[in-house]
């Protein structure tokens, strides 16, 4: 027997696209989508993977945090570099994590790097896009280290270097021309470092300090604020003035009205209840 019962409908709603399209072509200007900035990248080594992210949040043309975390846990062997809307690749980010822990409990194994890449790919991908979180992932499981890219509509690339952002061309420069296959610890995060610093330096987007994220088949290494380019310098000067240094052209004096409230008794007569 079919169920009469209303089907709830998931993910977006497009109802008002319509509306949306009539109210463009009489001449309403539609909210433009806010430009976001960042620069993510990763490497394979000969030992494993490390991973890099600037630290700069901003609002339009704003830069609303200065030291924030782009690079985020996954599992015990996975991070995920987030580029975009900060919400979405943060929520992504956890539910996918919040998922691969029931995978772990599920079936008492280590969760492979090819299961969270499907997990995220599969997930963006029903949004349509719609879900600003272009994501770097990386990780080591037993065939190894694996690096991944996945782009807000669910396309994924698999590449030995990567880098992702509005900063990622000038990432990528310092990738091709340093990058060598077998390089040692000490290389990668070096070369990682200096990538996001060319994105720092030359991209408005980007900035503030490195965060690096070393992972290996032994362990996780997490290096917050591994490299501050930016520290704020002592000011030279003192910028204080004596009274009277700024002339007043103009003073005005408003007289504010008092009001007083009062409070008024009313009587009212009795009911009757005969």
Known sequence: MASRLPQTKGGFSFDNYVRNAVLEGKGLALPKATKTGTTIVGLI????????????????????????EKIHYLAPNMYCCGAGTAADTEMTTNLISSQLEL??????????VVTAMTML????FKYQG???AALILGGVDINGPHLYTIYPHGSTDKLPYVTMGSGSLAAMSVFESRYKADMDREEAIELVKEAIGAGIFNDLGSGSNVDVVVITSENVEVLRNYDTPNVRGVKEQRYTYPRGTTQVLKSSIRNFVDIAETVQATTTEAMDIS
């Open 45 to 68: 080594y000969k030992g494993g993977l490390v991973l890099g992210a600037d630290t700069r949040a901003t609002a339009g043309p704003i830069v609303a945090d200065k030291n924030c």
């Open 103 to 112: 995978h772990r409990l599920s079936t008492g194994r280590q969760a492979r």
């Open 121 to 124: 790919k599969q997930m963006l």
């Open 130 to 132: 719609h879900i600003g």
